[in-house]
């Protein structure tokens, strides 16, 4: 049998997979009792999964009887990704620092993964891997407090781009990843802060309001494909 701490990590992977590949949008309430009945656990369970959520800047549950997924406003979308950029920048310094043959065969192995999403025409996995190549050049920075925040501000621009940005092509991700890997090998580092800073900047242009009216999603059905995920 798992362990508490296994099923709430668990569960708070499901969740923020449907939240970050756009099956749950932004404004999504998450009754404790519905995601409770789901993942067979108690409502104290569910709240430190939903309070996990939050840290990640995913859920909104101050002042709130339900929780839901965040929403946040363009004004947050830029302060996030100002901050977002220096520390990108510290972590590539970090990185290059460490650089060894481990290092290049995961993010070469990342950038697979990716490739693979796009030829299949997976969209929303391609966006999650797309984000998720950022969370893992923090976690190879090597430098813990880095990796949180970054884990933060990765979780959260993946939501705004969610909630507001237009449709693009995966393979400028995928090309521009490459690009920086090769940069980190060669050890160039003005060339990898420029294709860092290059690559949010057009990561953050894609940011547009729309306001196409959402239907409410079926939760459970969300939920069961989410929980059933590797």
């Known amino acids: 049998m798992s362990s508490n701490s296994d099923r709430v990590e668990a569960a708070t992977l499901a969740l923020r997979r449907a939240i970050i590949e756009q099956a749950l949008k932004a404004g999504t309430k998450l009754p404790e009792d519905e995601i409770g009945r789901h993942f067979s656990m108690s409502r104290t369970l569910v709240r430190a999964v939903l309070a996990k959520l939050q840290t990640q800047g995913l859920v909104d549950t101050y002042h709130k009887r339900t929780a839901t997924v965040a929403r946040p406003s363009l004004e947050e979308a830029r302060d996030v990704f100002a901050v977002r950029r220096s520390l990108e920048r510290e972590a590539m310094r970090s990185v290059m620092k460490r650089w060894s043959p481990e290092i290049e065969k995961a993010l070469k192995n990342h950038v697979k993964e990716e490739e693979a999403a796009h030829a299949k025409g997976d969209a929303r996995l391609s966006t999650r891997l797309a984000g998720e190549f950022h969370l893992k050049l923090a976690t190879l920075s090597g430098n813990a407090l880095l990796e949180r925040y970054l884990f933060e501000l990765v979780s959260r621009c993946s939501l705004i781009l969610a909630m507001y940005s237009r449709p693009h092509s995966s393979e400028c991700a995928i090309s521009e990843h490459s690009a920086l890997i090769a940069a980190l090998k060669a050890q160039d580092a003005a ?22 009216a959402e239907t409410a999603p079926d939760l459970g059905s969300i939920l069961s494909r989410y929980s059933s995920a590797r």
């Open 191 to 212: 060339a990898a802060e420029r294709l860092m800073d290059e690559h949010l900047v057009s990561v953050e242009t894609r940011a547009l309001i729309t306001e196409e």
